[in-house]
């Protein structure tokens, strides 16, 4: 009864949330960015540990009729794309005649993401630039302090990444490099909380750490995709 209850609890844990994901949507509504932002990345941690604790208090076991992926996706697609979109529009990130136009790709590029099969292989990588629209929208709106032109330009090359198989590290549960990517991503997280915190001044050492924990898992895709793949060969 214990480990079903603790499993339940698991549970109720991912469907925080979608609750943090109501408070940004309320945030955003008050034109509150910066908490938008706290909210989504509260968001982030919970989808973080949660699969952590669904092993650890074996979910799927003593909870079978339950389906903690099919939880997660309906938050992952409201806090990692619907919810940026919208800050997207209520912030005015481009004009009004490439608004419509950006928002089709940021929402429908992540839609059909989401039909992939093998959208993570191997629960190591996600195959393309998966859908992290509100880091996206972060680094316009935050650290490059929301150009217009930047930002769509972004949004075209990020949509079709989606799309393009690189292999991008899934940190919480890559076996290789592990500890170098929570450590880039502990990192990030605090300089981009950091910059949140001081918003609307500016930190260009935090706003650095950012963009350089950005560029790691970028170019980290592109030695995983191909030298890795080379030296297999």
Not at 61 to 76: E, T
Not at 84 to 109: E, G, N, R
Request: charged residues 15%; hydrophobic residues 55%.
């Amino acid at each position: 009864m214990g480990n079903r209850i603790l499993a339940w609890g698991v549970h109720v844990f991912t469907s925080l949330g979608l609750l943090t994901a109501f408070m940004a949507i309320i945030a955003i509504d008050d034109g509150d960015w910066r908490a938008c932002f706290l909210w989504l990345i509260l968001s982030f941690f919970i989808d973080s540990v949660d699969g952590t604790l669904a092993r650890l208090f074996q979910v799927e076991k003593y909870l079978p009729s339950m389906d903690g992926k099919n939880i997660d996706y309906v938050i992952d697609f409201a806090t990692y794309s619907l919810i940026p979109a919208f800050f997207f529009y209520k912030a005015d990130m481009v004009t009004d005649q490439l608004m419509l136009l950006s928002l089709s790709f940021i929402l429908i590029s992540s839609a059909l993401y989401y039909g992939k099969t093998g959208m993570v292989e191997d629960e190591q990588y996600f195959i393309g630039f998966p859908v992290l629209w509100n880091f996206v929208v972060f680094f316009q709106f935050f650290v490059f302090q929301n150009n217009q032109t930047l930002n769509f330009c972004s949004v075209i090359v990020i949509a079709i990444l989606h799309f393009v198989p690189l292999k991008y590290a899934y940190p919480s549960r890559t076996r290789r490099f592990f500890y170098a990517h929570l450590v880039v991503s502990v990192v990030s997280v605090a300089a981009a909380l950091y910059t949140l915190y001081i918003y609307s001044e500016r930190s260009v050492v935090a706003e650095s750490l950012v963009i350089m924990g950005g560029s790691y898992f970028v170019l980290f895709a592109l030695y995983d995709t191909f030298w890795t793949a080379r030296a297999s060969s």
